[in-house]
């Protein structure tokens, strides 16, 4: 069973830093592709950053030039390095997997990130 756990959220201020960490319970080469995603105030959640499994990476325009994604396939993990954090990046994180050959989505539970004085 494919378990997704994300950890890394918290409090910080406006003009900090987070990294996010997404470990997953099977092989990350099973999926073609893993990303975050965030749910705020808005209620609508929102693609924050995308890794394919042959390395292409998108990002929404929200985060484009703050926010790096990254995978350590010796660790079955992705993160999330969240820089120059905004009131407006308030959210709860979660993570995601999709398994191509069977077109298969999987979520964690999320991590709540506050960005606020």
Not at 4 to 23: D, M
Not at 38 to 61: C, F, K, M, P, S
Request: overall charge positive; charged content about 20%.
């Amino acid at each position: 069973q494919v378990q997704l756990v994300e950890s890394g959220g918290g409090l910080v201020q406006p003009g900090g830093s987070l990294r996010l960490s997404c470990a997953a319970s099977v092989t990350i080469f099973s999926f073609s592709a893993m990303a975050w995603y965030r749910q705020g105030r808005r209620n609508q959640r929102e693609l924050v950053a995308r890794i394919t499994l042959g390395d292409i990476i998108t990002y929404g325009d929200s985060v484009k030039g703050r926010f790096t994604i990254a995978r350590d396939n010796d660790k079955n993990t992705v993160y999330l390095q969240m820089n120059s954090l905004k009131p407006d990046d308030t959210a709860v994180y979660y993570c995601n997997a999709l398994r191509g050959s069977s077109n298969m989505n999987y979520w964690g539970k999320g991590t709540l990130v506050t960005v606020s004085l």
